[in-house]
């Protein structure tokens, strides 16, 4: 496996609530971008962390936010939930731009 | 208008078919390309990095075409275990991955 992990693997929240969502990148990679995959779509670019540093963003609003902290390890929340939200939550690290590890994803479900 | 285009499919085609997947992007900026391939509730994984002058991993041959903004993937005598989604890819240069929908391929015994 590509040894990045993602917690949890599946959660419900409700409309309004917030939701944090942790990864863990493969061993060695200082980048981690996330990415939201709704039912029957590709995944969306939502933002990418470098070295802690916030690297880029993608068409999603400021209630999506993120942090990455010193061992690489990273975490995407996003506030006042809304049912559109409902998707597999993707990160990936990587060391060189052609090389993207996806960890397994959190599927969020909001109701 | 999509940055990254493909056809949804599904494709059904049986064992040992050659099937072709196109895909177009519209953003000239776009430096490298790829096709992930996704089984069902799982996760995207890199299949093969695409090439201006086109190259072949095995029963895979991908194909980029700059001046038409055009990506191709062939897989030729299909098995049964190709069967999944697969993602055309283009990338900016910032990492940030463009995917497309996915062309979702059923192969049949």
């Known amino acids: 496996e590509t040894g990045v992990t993602q917690s949890p693997t599946h959660l419900i929240k409700t409309r309004g609530q917030q939701v944090t969502l942790r990864c863990s990148s493969q061993?060695?990679?200082?980048?981690v971008s996330w990415y939201q995959q709704a039912l029957g779509q590709g995944p969306q670019f939502i933002f990418q962390?470098?070295?802690?540093?916030?690297?880029g963003r993608g068409n999603f609003p400021p209630r999506f936010s993120g942090l990455q902290f010193p061992n690489y390890s990273s975490e995407l929340n996003v506030n006042a939930l809304e049912l559109d939200d409902s998707a597999l939550y993707l990160c990936?690290?990587?060391?060189?731009?052609?090389?993207?590890?996806f960890g397994p994803g959190t599927r969020l479900t909001v109701t | 208008r999509k940055e990254v285009e493909q056809d949804p499919g599904p494709f059904n085609v049986p064992e040992g078919a050659t099937v072709a997947f196109n895909c177009t992007y519209s953003?000239?900026?776009?430096?490298?390309f790829f096709w992930y391939r996704q089984d069902c509730r799982k996760e995207p994984k890199l299949l093969m990095s695409?090439?201006?002058s086109g190259n072949e991993d095995g029963r895979f041959t991908a194909q980029l075409n700059r001046a038409s903004q055009y990506i191709s993937l062939l897989i030729r005598d299909s098995k049964l275990s190709d069967s999944a989604t697969y993602l055309c890819?283009?990338?900016?240069?910032?990492?940030?991955?463009?995917f497309g929908s996915g062309t979702r391929l059923q192969v049949q015994p």
């Open positions: 990936a690290s990587s060391l060189r731009p052609e090389e993207q590890y």
């Open positions: 061993s060695g990679h200082n980048t």
């Open positions: 962390y470098y070295r802690e540093e916030e690297n």
């Open positions: 953003n000239s900026a776009s430096q490298s």
């Open positions: 695409v090439y201006s």
């Open positions: 890819v283009a990338d900016t240069g910032r990492r940030a991955l463009t």
